[in-house]
């Protein structure tokens, strides 16, 4: 009877045991099976502060690889104004000049027209000053083709070269102010008027019209459409630039960066105006 009773004991003890692991191991975290435990993470996976730095890098590279776009588009941008000029360059025709007289005919001359000043207000002296200057810069062109036809280069690149030294050296002499009423008083042409503003361009968000005459760009006086294109891309892409205009009778100031403008020009006369 004892034992019997001290197997029931034992028994019941083990039953008590099972129940209380089991109740336990409901509330235990489980521990992974064998060929189940968790790897660690990767050596050198990106932290959230590196992800960071990376997006960081990724955005500074398009915006550099933007920068590199649009200088791209500014080279090729110069490289097409200084093709225009080029072309302009080449031997043309003799007496034949887009922009106005300036390549002579043999035996053709410039005639001064000083009654034009007078009936604009020129002063007497400053028309007589203007002629004496006019016959000495004549002289010297006349002499120029003369030369250019005896030892054949006339009509060519180095005679055209030659022809526009002097010309630039007039106007470095004298001064715009005189040299604009020179061009004036021999009927060429001394004014770039704008015929066509491309819709959406710069120059149509600059305020730019047809019909207005471009005096000033920058701090340089204007007298021919291919004077224009040649400041266009000198310095900087995107400099700030003043663009002073005669719209009528109205003086305007304008401001825009430097570029491409988006406008059509054509070579204008018209008697000059003091104050620019």
């Known amino acids: 009877m004892t034992s019997r009773r001290a197997y029931l004991g034992v028994g019941l003890a083990m039953t008590l045991a099972v129940a209380g692991f089991c109740r336990f191991s409901k509330h235990a975290p489980a521990s992974p099976s064998p060929g189940e435990v968790s790897a660690p993470a990767p050596a050198g996976s990106p932290t959230g502060t590196e992800f960071e730095d990376l997006r960081l890098v990724l955005t500074k590279e398009r915006e550099h690889s933007a920068e590199l776009s649009a200088e791209v588009d500014w080279l090729?941008?110069?490289l097409t104004v200084l093709a225009e000029l080029a072309a302009e360059e080449a031997p043309h025709e003799p007496g034949e000049d887009p922009d106005g007289r300036e390549f002579p005919k043999p035996g053709d001359r410039l005639f001064f027209q000083g009654d034009e000043l007078r009936a604009g207000g020129v002063p007497r002296n400053d028309i007589d000053r203007l002629r004496e200057i006019f016959d000495e810069s004549e002289m010297q062109v006349i002499e120029l083709m003369h030369q250019a036809q005896r030892d054949g280069t006339y009509g060519k690149r180095a005679y055209k070269l030659m022809l526009r030294d002097l010309r630039v050296g007039?106007?470095?002499?004298?001064?715009?102010?005189?040299f604009d009423l020179l061009l004036f008083?021999?009927?060429r042409a001394n004014r770039v008027a704008v015929t066509d503003v491309i819709g959406g361009s710069p120059a149509e968000s600059w305020g730019l019209?047809?019909?207005?005459?471009?005096?000033r760009y920058g701090d340089r006086r204007i007298f021919k459409p291919r004077e224009l294109q040649t400041q266009t891309i000198r310095g900087d892409r995107g400099d700030r630039v003043t663009i002073d205009v005669?719209?009528?009778?109205?003086?305007?100031?304008?401001?825009g960066v430097r570029g491409p403008m988006g406008i059509k020009l054509r070579p204008?006369?018209?008697l000059p105006e003091s104050g620019w």
């Open 185 to 187: 008083a021999t009927d």
């Open 246 to 255: 005669l719209r009528g009778a109205e003086r305007i100031r304008l401001y």
């Open 209 to 215: 019209k047809p019909g207005d005459l471009i005096i």
């Open 268 to 270: 204008a006369r018209r």
């Open 76 to 78: 090729r941008y110069q």
């Open 170 to 178: 007039l106007r470095s002499e004298i001064g715009d102010d005189d």
